[in-house]
């Protein structure tokens, strides 16, 4: 909504891969309503690792046809947008998948923002070679919590693959996009008392369920992250209209050191 009220154009997906809660596939006669797919270990023939990892090429397929929608002369005409400023913008599985179409789709997209992107499915490319390395202006944002391993944080969830060094790998990712941007703007924060679920706008709904739950921690940083993402598009000029904060302004006292 916020991005929405600067101007902005945005798409949000139903993806195909089992992730979504459910969604219509109007490929089949009549169309059939296709649940969650959640990842079973006892009924699965491959690693959690393998299952995401196809789950992310499926979703990279729904992009890649979004994008071919954006183009098409029927979209332009009926939602005009600058096909120079697309963003692949995600949050947790949805911010690996912003990375993933980002290096898949590089000519169509300009920007990359990220908010504790889940990086399992591509773990073992990120850690061994520079195959991430994506060459778009990123924009990575943590939540103290989603790395931390000592003080109950999204990566000690017992689904997870023991011993995944999840800030490890996030940086290892970041220091390589360095090394081929050098010159461009990027950012990779940590946002201080912030959860997982406390990057999301659903917080800003429901915030005592979250506060009961120990998801948010002192005071509520939504506002800080959203704030964040829109100074980082405007600092790019990917706002037709201006937000009129730099992100180091918006992060002033909002940082995990």
Do not use: W
């Not at 789950?55 to 979004?66: C, E, P, V, W």
């Amino acid at each position: 909504m916020m991005m929405a009220s600067y101007g902005c154009v945005n798409y949000c997906l139903d993806f195909t891969d089992g992730t979504a809660v459910a969604y219509t596939d109007t490929s089949t006669n009549p169309p059939k309503t296709i649940e969650y797919d959640d990842f079973h270990k006892e009924e699965r023939k491959l690693s959690q690792s393998e299952f995401l990892s196809d789950q992310l090429d499926k979703r990279s397929l729904d992009i890649a046809a979004l994008v071919t929608k954006i183009k098409s002369k029927e979209e332009q005409e009926s939602m005009p947008a600058d096909l120079s400023k697309l963003v692949a913008f995600g949050h947790s599985f949805g911010a690996m998948t912003s990375i993933e179409v980002c290096k898949n789709l590089e000519s169509d997209f300009s920007l990359c923002i990220a908010i504790d992107p889940f990086l399992l499915p591509k773990l073992d490319q990120i850690n061994n070679s520079t195959n991430y390395a994506i060459k778009q202006p990123v924009c990575l944002i943590s939540s103290e919590m989603f790395h931390s391993h000592e003080k109950g944080g999204f990566m000690v969830h017992p689904f997870l693959v023991k011993g995944y060094d999840s800030r490890g790998a996030l940086t290892k990712m970041y220091n390589d996009i360095k090394k081929v941007h050098q010159n461009t703007n990027d950012y990779d924060v940590t946002l201080e008392g912030t959860h997982h679920d406390n990057m999301t706008d659903a917080a800003l709904y429901m915030e005592y369920l979250y506060r009961k739950d120990n998801l948010i921690l002192g005071e509520l940083k939504t506002k800080v992250f959203i704030d964040t993402v829109m100074a980082y598009l405007d600092e790019h000029k990917f706002l037709p209209i201006p937000f009129g904060k730099k992100v180091s302004q918006v992060l002033q006292g909002h940082l995990k050191e």
